[in-house]
C-alpha cells in the first residue's frame, strides 16, 4: 500500500511541476505565456493545483504507512 501512495504522489508532482511548465526556462515560459489564451492558462493552472494537492495527499498518506 506504501508504494501505491508513494507512486500516486510522485506522478501527481510530476504532472503538476509539467502542467505549470516549472521545468521550462525561462524563454519557453514567456513563450508559452504569449502563446496561449487567458482560459487556457486557467485550465492548465487548475489541473496542476488538483494533481499537485493529489500528489501531496499522497506523499503524506504513504510518509504515515511507513511510519507506523
Do not use: C, P
Amino acid at each position: 500500500m506504501f508504494q501505491v501512495f508513494l507512486i500516486i504522489g510522485l506522478l501527481g508532482i510530476a504532472l503538476s511541476g509539467i502542467f505549470l511548465g516549472a521545468w521550462t526556462d525561462g524563454q519557453q515560459q514567456r513563450a508559452n505565456f504569449f502563446s496561449e489564451t487567458v482560459q487556457h492558462r486557467k485550465f492548465r493552472t487548475k489541473i496542476a493545483l488538483y494533481s499537485g494537492l493529489l500528489g501531496v495527499i499522497s506523499l503524506g498518506i504513504a510518509g504515515l504507512i511507513y511510519m507506523f
